[in-house]
């Protein structure tokens, strides 16, 4: 790169002087053109008559300058020197000034400059295109040459100790940098070196974080390439590609090879239209051989992520191949605390500030989700002129993460304010006076994103599991804005629109999926059929009759209609803290799960604990802990849909 930056500049700078030298002599030439020219008889002529002033001219120079009496210049030509032309033809040089110069250094360099300069300048211009022509085609022989980014330790990287909330991820992987290592240790035993570690998870999980840490851990070279990489428009490239990183990594060998988003290049075989054979095969068959082929005594380790494994290919996925699939799940409330206490780590934190409670205040965040709520929270304080970050920079920003940033220069009318208010206390009154559904966190009307307002409740456990009966609170907690809205205003509006599209979904969901509908039975409704090539969930099979399908309908119905009859119900039984909860809002704009208990004098109902028979029996009643390593589904806000 240093070298192409200085051929370009010294051509640069030949170009200018070449340029220059140019434009002078032309204009040397020009003014020397604009002299009138005599023939030398007439200035001998001129001499004798006594009209010439004085002669100019040089040594070894046929040219001369003439200077009349009265001012005239002319210039002429001698084919020998002047001074003896002069002597030849008797002239009187008593009264004419004889100015006979030596030969100027100059002048010579002038002439020779002018014949050099140009030529090096056209050699300039061949040396130049000769190096972009091999530059050219050194670029056309290095397609099949592998793009991976080879990490050797000498930068600061990333450990075990900066990953959180992947504890079982990181004790197998801690085992293959272990086995890198000290490999004696496990050859004594017979153990045979994982061929490749597939990392599986959703997005924002830390898979390439846990994988840049093993690179920092394991002490030997680490190649690192995507699998978008291996692919060009050419055929045979991304083969050569594997092939040459492979190479590389053999002899670099013990090392670890890193390809991020392997389902680039790792689909299943044969699924594309016509079952053609295109780059893509040939790419995954090479990086089968190369994974598990004849030569096997190699220690070259290939770990691998993505999030979707369903697409990958089966010959892949098999032992000898990835031994080890290691799933990268959404932390729970203690995976999402050790998260938080490392991206909070150096920065100033108020003392306040519980990172517990925002780990309960998380549920169903990713790792990539909560370093992003810190960095808001950082940001926000900021804004602020804080000298630390505050608890409420943390609420603002997690609401920022979930719904958007606030409009509150967005206009509404005075109407629309009540109707937002009432829509959001429907949600929050149905959500406090059912007992399976979660307490409410926080009521805005306050816009954010795309949302008018909105309605969070905070689950007090993160779930695996969803009852019917958590399900059937939900769709009615979803059904109570529009309800408020239809018995308060005798009207109904646009901001139900997500509302009802969520809980339609999840009334579909329990008939045909779950198998919660008492008519249809625990029967699985409707295959989902995913072409790997077009997309996902592009058609469903439909694998039952047009009366199981009037069936479905009529049951997702029933289950919309309850909902509807038990929100209604609750809103008419306790529309005295409806108009008060509504009132309060549009008076605050923004309410806790405080200032709405205030409202209330009876605690809020609890869930049903059945006791669980034990032998000899006994019974035990199993109540909910909040420190439960379990997962939650992301909350219905009761948000305000654009119309």
């Not at 001998?44 to 001012?71: F, L, P, T």
């Not at 190096?131 to 085609?137: E, P, V």
Request: with cysteine.
């Amino acid at each position: 790169m240093n070298d192409r930056k200085l051929w370009r500049n010294s051509l640069v700078w030949l170009v200018a002087a070449v340029v220059l030298l140019t434009v002078w002599m032309t204009l040397f030439s020009n003014r020397q053109s604009r002299i009138p020219e005599v023939p030398i008889t007439e200035v001998i002529q001129d001499a004798k008559a006594g009209k010439i002033e004085s002669i100019q001219g040089q040594v070894d120079s046929s040219d001369i300058v003439v200077r009349y009496n009265d001012g005239e210049i002319k210039r002429s030509r001698t084919q020998i020197p002047i001074q003896e032309a002069l002597d030849r033809s008797g002239v009187d040089e008593s009264n004419i000034k004889i100015d006979i110069k030596p030969a100027s250094s100059w002048s010579n360099w002038l002439g020779v400059l002018s014949f050099i300069l140009p030529t090096l300048f056209l050699i300039g211009v061949f040396l130049f295109f000769m190096r972009q022509a091999q530059g050219t085609n050194n670029q056309a022989l290095s397609f099949g040459k592998s793009r991976a980014r080879l990490f050797n330790g000498n930068k600061p990287t990333v450990k075990f100790d900066d990953v959180a909330g992947v504890q079982e991820a990181k004790e197998e992987l801690a085992e293959i940098v272990e086995f890198l290592k000290y490999p004696e240790k496990f050859a004594a035993l017979g153990a045979r070196i994982p061929r490749g570690v597939l990392l599986v998870g959703p997005p924002g999980t830390g898979k390439t974080l846990l994988s840049r840490a093993v690179a920092g851990e394991a002490g030997v070279p680490f190649f690192s390439i995507s699998g978008s990489e291996f692919v060009e428009m050419f055929v045979g490239v991304g083969a050569s590609r594997v092939r040459d990183l492979f190479d590389q990594a053999k002899r670099n060998a013990p090392c670890i090879v890193f390809i991020d988003e392997i389902d680039a290049v790792g689909r299943q075989r044969g699924a594309g239209l016509g079952g053609s054979h295109d780059e893509r095969e040939q790419t995954l068959n090479q990086i089968l051989v190369e994974m598990d082929g004849f030569d096997t005594n190699t220690n070259v380790i290939v770990i691998a992520a993505t999030n979707r494994p369903d697409v990958l290919d089966p010959a892949l996925l098999r032992p000898g191949r990835f031994d080890r699939q290691v799933v990268l799940d959404r932390p729970d409330i203690r995976g999402r605390e050790a998260i938080l206490r490392v991206h909070t780590r150096g920065k100033p934190i108020d003392k306040d500030v519980s990172l517990h409670a925002l780990a309960k205040q998380t549920t169903g965040f990713s790792g990539a989700d909560l370093e992003n709520t810190v960095n808001e929270a950082a940001i926000l304080a900021a804004r602020r002129n804080h000298k630390v970050i505050t608890r409420q920079d943390f609420e603002d920003a997690i609401d920022r993460v979930v719904a958007g940033p606030e409009r509150k220069s967005r206009i509404i009318t005075e109407r629309e304010k009540w109707v937002t208010a009432y829509h959001e206390a429907g949600h929050a009154l149905v959500a406090r006076m059912l007992p399976n559904m979660d307490p409410v966190h926080k009521i805005t009307i306050v816009a954010r994103g795309m949302a008018g307002g909105y309605t969070r409740v905070l689950p007090t456990e993160d779930r695996h599991l969803m009852t019917k009966s958590q399900f059937e609170d939900t769709l009615a907690f979803a059904m109570g804005g529009r309800v408020a809205e239809e018995l308060i205003f005798h009207e109904i509006s646009t901001g139900a629109e997500n509302d009802i599209q969520q809980a339609t979904n999840i009334a579909r969901k329990m008939v045909t999926e779950y198998g919660m509908s008492e008519k249809l039975g625990p029967v699985a409704l409707g295959h989902k059929e995913e072409l790997i090539f077009l997309g996902r969930e592009i058609s469903e099979q439909r694998n039952y009759s047009d009366e199981i399908a009037l069936q479905i309908d009529q049951e997702i119905r029933k289950l919309i209609d309850n909902a509807y009859q038990r929100a209604k119900q609750i809103l008419t039984e306790n529309m005295d803290k409806l108009i008060a909860l509504a009132s309060l809002l549009v008076e605050k704009e923004t309410l806790d799960n405080e200032d709405m208990e205030s409202l209330f004098d009876t605690p809020r109902p609890q869930p049903k604990v059945v006791p669980i028979p034990q032998l000899g029996g006994k019974t035990k009643e199993v109540k909910p802990q909040e420190d439960d390593k379990l997962k939650g589904l992301p909350d219905l806000s009761g948000g305000l849909a654009p119309a």
